[in-house]
């Protein structure tokens, strides 16, 4: 219901019509904030599996209770950077939490040499020994290495590079018998961070519209 007053148009409350283009605004506002963070998930979600294989193990696999306490070095094949591929050595100190990727000393050794193509800390999210069988699994954040800056570009990622790790074999010499490593696996606080910050604009559209149709 509307009618005329002094040349304006209102509507039965008596006001001109603005709060549906207020409530336009809200809308669009929402969307192109929405908008972005999926463009920031995008880039944070963009994930490389570096190593996906074990070429051969070195060292021993040792345990206390029902942790893994030591893994040796383990030889992997990768094509990155740029599909060249090649051997890489995979190293992981329980004792100082220290993760690194580099090349081998040649013909089998499993001793580690430079260069150095990643290096970071590690922390656990499973570490299981069941009869001689193992596993281990956790977040790595890589923050220097040749190949960091590459990967920092690769994964979108900005200061440093997350990424999740498993491995698994048997308890004993060159034990170890898998291994992947992916890199770019965002934090999972940082994926709760953002999802609440899409579910409370979500809201607000979602709220606009229950006032422009009330």
Known sequence: MSYWHSGTLLHAAGQPNKRKKKTMKMMIKGAVALAAIVSVASAASAQITLFNNIVHSYGTVTTSGAQVTGMGTWESYSLYPAGTGGNYLTSIDFNTNTFSVTDMVPYGTGISQPPVYLTGTFTTTSNSVSG????????????SGTWFSQLLADTGSVGTVKGYFTAGGVVGNNGVNSYSLTAGVPEPAEWA??????????????????RRNA
């Not at 001689?132 to 923050?143: R, W």
């Open 193 to 210: 961070a953002m999802g609440m910050l899409a579910s409370g604009l979500g809201g607000l559209v979602v709220r606009a519209r229950r």
């Open 132 to 143: 001689s069988n193992v596993g281990v699994a956790g977040n790595v954040t890589f923050t």
